[in-house]
């Protein structure tokens, strides 16, 4: 179980690494064909910029634009390991970084005052370029990742305590699609039974509540879900501790915050860790 979490995310993180360089490295190519469009195709007879430019003028200006790219895509979490396998939450993600480069790139010039100055037209073509070569670029690294081989060491195996209503949709989120990155492993039976919603036949009962320990260890459990919240607090604690000695993830859903979801929040008050909603 160990080594197959150990691969797991040795891989994620060798994926992440593999998309941050790409990413610079279509960005590069990009801008310089930016400068290309600009300065040596018939495009350069368009626009206001009247000074003549060289490739050398522009290395400075090319470096500071793939610079900032890769601060703004490290900041919009596009490389988050949840989702390598969501070419959706990607693709927004590489959007935004693009809209916010070319407000960036055009600040920093007109901050710094670069020599030559930057050319508005360049920073629109290199966006455009940009944003195509890098969704492009996304897509065939996605439908790499994507296939079972590689999405399976991607995945994480989750667990289910006890059955509720929330449990079921998010059994269903899981198993639409592939480009989801978790796995139910199977639903562990609480101690006081299911109640009057059980799961269906088509999810697996992993065993009940006493198994748990050999259960995390046999099914090589990622993160195990408590969606039952009629444990008791001994037995919840029991739980996170087996949950840290096992090093699994260990996650609770709070259905009794249904209706207020969008303004609940985690806070800590003398560093005792309080879960309320906000007004």
Same mark, same amino acid.
């Given at each position: 179980?160990?080594?197959?979490?150990?691969?797991?995310?040795?891989? /994620?993180?060798?994926?992440?690494?593999?998309?941050?360089?790409?990413?610079?490295? %279509?960005?590069?190519?990009?801008?310089?064909? /930016?400068?290309?469009?600009?300065?040596? @195709?018939? +495009?350069?007879?368009?626009?206001?910029?009247?000074?003549?430019?060289?490739?050398?003028?522009?290395?400075? #200006?090319?470096? &500071?634009?793939?610079?900032?790219? !890769?601060?703004?895509?490290?900041?919009?979490? *596009?490389?988050?390991?949840? #989702?390598?396998?969501?070419?959706?939450?990607?693709?927004? $993600? &590489? /959007?935004?970084?693009?809209?916010?480069?070319?407000?960036? +790139?055009?600040?920093? @010039?007109?901050?710094?005052?670069?020599?030559?100055?930057?050319?508005?037209?360049?920073?629109?073509?290199?966006?455009?370029?940009?944003? &195509?070569?890098?969704?492009? =670029?996304?897509?065939?690294?996605?439908?790499? &990742?994507?296939?079972?081989? @590689? /999405?399976?060491?991607?995945?994480?195996?989750?667990?289910?305590?006890? =059955?509720?209503?929330? @449990?079921?949709?998010?059994?269903?989120?899981?198993?639409?699609? *592939?480009?989801?990155?978790?796995?139910?492993?199977?639903?562990? *039976?609480?101690? !006081? !039974?299911?109640?009057?919603?059980?799961?269906?036949?088509?999810?697996? %009962?992993?065993?009940?509540?006493?198994?748990?320990?050999? %259960?995390?260890?046999?099914?090589?459990?990622?993160?195990?879900?408590?969606?039952?919240?009629?444990? *008791?607090?001994?037995?919840?604690?029991? +739980?996170?501790?087996?949950?840290?000695?096992?090093?699994?993830?260990?996650?609770?859903?709070?259905?009794?915050?249904?209706?207020?979801? $969008? !303004?609940?929040? +985690?806070?800590?008050?003398?560093?005792?860790?309080?879960?309320?909603?906000?007004?």
């Amino acid at each position: 179980g160990l080594a197959r979490r150990a691969d797991r995310r040795n891989f /994620a993180a060798r994926m992440e690494m593999y998309s941050f360089v790409g990413d610079l490295a %279509i960005t590069a190519w990009m801008l310089l064909l /930016a400068y290309w469009c600009r300065f040596v @195709s018939p +495009l350069r007879q368009y626009g206001l910029y009247a000074e003549t430019v060289v490739i050398n003028d522009y290395i400075g #200006h090319l470096f &500071i634009g793939v610079t900032l790219m !890769g601060v703004l895509l490290v900041n919009f979490r *596009t490389y988050n390991p949840q #989702h390598l396998l969501s070419l959706s939450y990607v693709s927004n $993600s &590489i /959007a935004r970084a693009c809209l916010a480069w070319i407000v960036a +790139l055009m600040g920093v @010039s007109f901050v710094l005052k670069f020599e030559p100055s930057v050319s508005r037209f360049y920073c629109a073509i290199g966006f455009g370029l940009c944003l &195509i070569g890098l969704l492009t =670029w996304r897509v065939l690294l996605n439908r790499l &990742i994507r296939r079972e081989q @590689s /999405a399976r060491r991607l995945r994480e195996r989750v667990l289910l305590v006890g =059955w509720t209503e929330e @449990s079921r949709r998010l059994v269903e989120l899981m198993t639409r699609s *592939t480009r989801h990155p978790f796995e139910v492993a199977g639903v562990v *039976t609480p101690p !006081g !039974g299911f109640g009057s919603l059980v799961p269906g036949d088509d999810i697996r %009962i992993a065993g009940d509540y006493h198994e748990l320990r050999n %259960i995390v260890t046999a099914e090589d459990i990622d993160v195990v879900l408590v969606s039952d919240l009629n444990l *008791t607090r001994d037995e919840l604690t029991g +739980l996170s501790i087996l949950c840290e000695k096992e090093l699994v993830d260990f996650k609770i859903v709070p259905n009794c915050f249904q209706i207020l979801l $969008s !303004g609940l929040s +985690l806070e800590s008050i003398s560093g005792i860790p309080v879960l309320g909603v906000s007004r």
